[in-house]
């Protein structure tokens, strides 16, 4: 038996929630970011791994 639960909120309050029943349910978390948080942190990085490199 399996399933998919989607729920929102932060990753240590997922933590918690599913962690609550180990051992008799193992779970996998894949945490999702929103498209424009992503694109902030990856232009963030690749910048200052560019600044990195010119050194």
Known sequence: ???YPI???EAKDSF????AFTPWI???VH???PYETGKEVMK???K???EGMKR
């Open 1 to 3: 038996m399996g399933g």
């Open 7 to 9: 729920a929102s909120g």
């Open 16 to 19: 918690r929630r599913t962690t």
């Open 26 to 28: 193992m779970s996998e």
């Open 44 to 46: 963030g990085m690749l």
């Open 48 to 50: 200052a791994r560019a």
């Open 31 to 33: 945490e999702m970011v």
